[in-house]
């Protein structure tokens, strides 16, 4: 499904958006890079996830945050966002200071946010699912490479980003069950759970252009505002660009829009008793390559 979307987006269009998060300097325009293969650095994706934590505003990573002479006085400050609060000595109770963002911005909000509701998803009910709960709201991606030879966890929270990679100097399988979850989660999970104790985390904010439907996860069906329970995901849209339900398509893409839905195999279907006792009817075997309703087999 990744690549079938990049063909249909377009790999210019990917990569520049990837160029743009830093994560490249020149992605090439192959479909083989919307799954990863071209090379990156933990640094580098770290630093991108940092757009997605942010609302979608450029991050430039450093290693000096702040620099004082020795009467307190600051000669160098990475951060140029304005606070023109930090000034005042004091501020009303329960008031905070107001930063003001110069920061480019790379991608719309509601866009970063509906990345970071699908990556919450992620460590809520996927792959990171078993090894990552913080007990504050989290969003993150692994992520395992051919034969396993390496594997990736980038999560953050509303304050905080974190990556871990594991892999040999010189690539070779780690072996059966690598997985970035697996490997990479427990390690992310032991580092986050100290890191959210000294900076927090809460709600991640949410874009003023959202619109929130309820959505049936396993369907795809629009559910009532009221319902309830573990199949129920609320996902944010843009207002005014709200999707049509009730509409069935057949899941292809252009590409594969002159093809069959049912293709002939040559073999009837038969009717079987499943271990139940009760009567099934059961279709031929699929082979390799052929299309039946189910998918491609």
Not at 48 to 76: C, H, I, S, W
Not at 183 to 204: D, I, T, W
Not at 284 to 291: D, E, Y
Request: hydrophobic share 35%.
């Amino acid at each position: 499904m990744t690549i079938r979307l990049a063909q249909e987006v377009g790999m210019s269009v990917v990569g520049s958006y990837a160029e743009r998060f830093g994560v490249y300097d020149d992605l090439a325009p192959v479909l083989a890079n919307a799954l990863g293969s071209q090379e990156t650095t933990l640094f580098k994706m770290v630093s991108a996830y940092a757009m997605f934590a942010n609302g979608g505003e450029r991050v430039q990573p450093t290693l000096v945050d702040r620099v004082q002479d020795r009467y307190g006085k600051t000669v160098y400050k990475h951060d140029e966002r304005i606070c023109n609060d930090c000034q005042l000595a004091s501020l009303d109770p329960g008031l905070a200071p107001r930063v003001i963002s110069n920061r480019d911005r790379v991608m719309d909000p509601v866009t970063a946010y509906q990345l970071t509701s699908m990556m919450r998803g992620v460590v809520e009910r996927g792959t990171a699912r078993k090894a990552v709960d913080l007990g504050v709201p989290t969003a993150g991606k692994t992520g395992t490479t051919n034969d396993a030879k390496d594997v990736w966890f980038v999560g953050f929270t509303s304050n905080i980003v974190a990556g871990c990679y594991i892999g040999y100097d010189q690539p070779r399988p780690m072996g059966r069950g690598a997985t970035g979850g697996g490997m990479c989660g427990p390690v992310f999970q032991r580092f986050m759970r100290q890191a959210v104790k000294k900076y927090g985390g809460g709600k991640f904010k949410v874009p003023e252009a959202c619109e929130f439907i309820n959505i049936d996860r396993f369907t795809g069906a629009r559910l009532s505002n009221g319902a309830s329970g573990s199949n129920v995901v609320s996902e944010c849209f843009r207002a005014g660009e709200e999707p049509l339900f009730g509409i069935t398509f057949d899941g292809g893409f252009a590409m594969g829009a002159d093809l069959p839905l049912v293709e002939e195999v040559g073999r009837t279907a038969k009717q079987v008793t499943t271990s139940t006792g009760k009567k099934a009817v059961v279709g031929p075997k699929a082979s390799f390559g052929t299309l039946s309703s189910g998918g491609l087999y």
